[in-house]
């Protein structure tokens, strides 16, 4: 699946579950396997790539941890931040101790504040641009499923490119989550309602399948397939306490 003209590969999340994370640490080890250079995207201020990169230099010990945790993006009650994530960054930290050539990449290009057109533009600005920066490197990201998406943005008008569409086509391949429900962290329900930071029931759509990422562009449109857990979803709580509500 990882051949050489493959550049960009996106997950589209249903953010605050253990299960999906863990499923982009799989894909992190494949994609270091392939002997290139792997740039693994988090959907984060890029304020937060100082710290980023500290952790990565770091033992991972108590203080490494508390000085990761004190970057701002920690301080958000939603789930793009939670043990789950902590555990991906700790995977692409051993990994990077271990002397492989694994960096990590904020590419949230704003502090979160609603979706727009120039925060998708500017999301795969900064994975182009690491992507140039390293000759036959591979960028993994893991992002909100909208945004990963070939398709328009349509629940806002006018409808607009997501970052899947703006990324070159041919060396892009994007997944979306299977939906087997279970459940996740957030701050509001499925159906939108804000019922406070805790985890929320997700809904089943699907069957659980095997665990792993295939291709399958009759899955789910807009994306090149699908990724799997092999379960039910789990919530992952925070990572950090004293958090705010997202904006």
């Known amino acids: 699946m990882i051949t050489a003209d493959v550049a960009y590969l996106l997950f589209g999340e ?23 250079p792997v740039i693994l995207g988090i959907e984060m201020d890029q304020v937060n790539q100082p710290s980023l990169d500290a952790w990565l ?13 004190a970057a701002p993006a920690w301080s958000e009650a939603g789930g793009r931040t939670t043990e789950a994530i902590l555990g991906l960054l700790d995977s692409a930290r051993r990994l990077a101790r271990a002397g492989r050539d694994v960096t990590l990449l904020a590419f949230d290009p704003v502090s979160i504040s609603g979706t727009s057109a120039e925060r998708e533009a500017g999301m795969a600005r900064l994975l182009r641009v690491a992507v140039e920066r390293r000759p036959n490197s591979l960028a993994i990201a893991l992002t909100g ?24 086509g041919e060396k892009v391949l994007t997944f979306a989550f299977v939906r087997p429900g279970g459940s996740y962290w957030g701050c509001q329900s499925p159906e939108g309602k804000r019922e406070g930071c805790k985890p929320y029931a997700m809904p089943v759509r699907e069957p659980v399948a095997p665990r792993g990422v295939r291709r399958d562009s ?23 306490g004293d958090r705010t509500l997202p904006k």
């Open 218 to 240: 009759t899955a789910r449109e807009g994306f090149d397939g699908i990724y799997s857990a092999g379960t039910a979803y789990t919530a992952s709580g925070p990572a950090k």
């Open 14 to 36: 249903y953010h605050g579950t253990v299960e999906m994370p863990g499923v982009v640490a799989d894909a992190l080890c494949s994609g270091l396997a392939t002997r290139r």
């Open 57 to 69: 230099a770091s033992d991972g010990g108590t203080d490494a941890r508390a000085a990761l945790l």
């Open 145 to 168: 499923v909208g945004h990963a998406g070939k398709t328009r943005w349509t629940s806002y008008g006018p409808p607009f490119d997501a970052l899947g569409a703006l990324l070159p």
